[in-house]
């Protein structure tokens, strides 16, 4: 996901000069804030989109795909070109035309066979892609086509749903959630999507939509960290006084 590294959490005063006897410590806040923020950037900070250089060297069904070029798609596809064939990077015709919001190709290419499921070499499906995207349009045209909800994807192990809570796509999180997406998937940092909304996002409107979608889907909120804290305890650390609201309702029967 490319996701601006969190440092907006440091101290206001961290990019100015430090007095002599406190600068070590400064540094080292930093330091490790930088790191935090790249380790925990969450599922969708590797998603590379072509290159303007790359995209100009695609060539065959990929190039028709990113350009969306609908009849140079069919001519191709009937003359024998492999709908899942893959690029430098593991991309397919439909991973590239789900990048550049070509909703009809998209359409087309589910049509003709392409498999919504298959990983590129970053380990990211269709889904995840137009997930991160933001993309509900070009979403919902994969989930109709017959993409599911529910892969494990990213080198963090996790699902759309995750990376979609993660940056606080709240309209996305409800198309996943209704298409069957796992709500309680826990991927290699020990985060579900409940927690992923609280510890990477900005506890603003959108990030609370998302949470509140979880919460009223039934996602399970005794889930915890490998600290042990649970999302309402990490939404009370961080002073995120909505989220906390919504963490603390008692849940209807």
Do not use: F
């Amino acid at each position: 996901m490319h996701h601006p590294a969190r440092l907006a959490e440091r101290p206001p005063s961290a990019s100015r000069a430090a007095p002599m006897g406190r600068h070590a410590t400064r540094r080292t806040l930093l330091l490790a804030l930088i790191a935090g923020a790249a380790a925990c950037s969450g599922p969708a900070a590797a998603q590379t989109l072509p290159t303007d250089a790359e995209a100009r060297a695609l060539a065959g069904l990929h190039a028709a795909a990113w350009r969306g070029d609908l009849a140079r798609i069919r001519t191709l596809l009937q003359s024998g070109a492999d709908a899942d064939a893959r690029d430098a990077q593991g991309r397919t015709p439909l991973h590239l035309a789900t990048h550049a919001r070509q909703r009809a190709a998209v359409r087309l290419l589910l049509q003709k066979g392409a498999q919504p499921g298959l990983l590129d070499a970053e380990r990211y499906d269709a889904v995840t892609i137009a997930a991160v995207a933001d993309d509900t349009g070009t979403l919902a045209d994969l989930l109709a086509g017959g993409a599911r909800a529910d892969l494990v994807t990213s080198r963090y192990d996790g699902t759309a749903l995750i990376a979609a809570a993660h940056l606080g796509h709240d309209g996305v999180v409800r198309q996943l959630i209704a298409a069957g997406a796992p709500l309680d998937h826990v991927n290699n940092l020990h985060w579900t999507a409940a927690i992923e909304a609280v510890v990477l996002g900005d506890g603003g409107p959108r990030h609370q939509h998302t949470l509140a979608a979880l919460v009223e889907a039934g996602a399970d909120l005794r889930l915890a960290d490998r600290q042990g804290r649970t999302p309402l305890q990490l939404a009370q650390a961080r002073g995120y006084t909505g989220m906390v609201a919504l963490l603390s309702e008692p849940r209807r029967p």
